[in-house]
């Protein structure tokens, strides 16, 4: 049995309101700056909710925003965060040249040295002490590392 609405203003306006902390918990979930811009979007039709109970008005307001925002915002964003990114020293190693100490199985853990430091290395192939290795990334605390 459906609940009788008198007010379809008032049902959007928490509909709206619900769809801002939708959005923003899906944000902070994914830190990816998608979710955001629909979060702003469902505020300018909360807003506009306010104002008109026409859902069509609302939805399309709702859209609009949400995709232009996306569109124009998105980007801007994006890239002011990859400048902000902080390099580690450890990045550098991805591409040099290590020297095995202690056997690495294909899919198992060994270790390598490399500018004079001992780092954990894993490697989807089997590589000798003493083989020569080339750092493919840096996994956490191990390198991923493949066989000259």
Do not use: Y
């Not at 709206?16 to 979060?39: K, N, P, Q, R």
């Not at 591409?95 to 390598?112: D, F, H, N, P």
């Amino acid at each position: 049995m459906f609940l009788a609405v008198e007010n379809i203003g008032t049902v959007m306006l928490l509909v709206w309101f619900g769809i801002i902390i939708l959005a923003a918990v899906i944000e902070a979930g994914t830190m990816d700056l998608s979710s955001i811009w629909f979060s702003v979007g469902a505020l300018f039709a909360l807003i506009v909710a306010i104002f008109t109970d026409n859902i069509i008005i609302q939805f399309i307001v709702f859209i609009v925003a949400s995709i232009i925002l996306l569109l124009s915002l998105r980007p801007i964003f994006k890239e002011h965060m990859r400048k902000n990114e902080i390099k580690t020293n450890a990045d550098a190693l991805v591409g040099k040249i290590a020297v095995c100490l202690k056997e690495i199985k294909g899919g198992e853990r060994g270790e390598v040295k490399i500018e004079g430091k001992i780092w954990t290395a894993i490697s989807n192939e089997d590589i000798n002490v003493q083989d020569k290795v080339t750092v493919l990334a840096i996994k956490g605390v191990k390198l991923v590392v493949r066989k000259n």
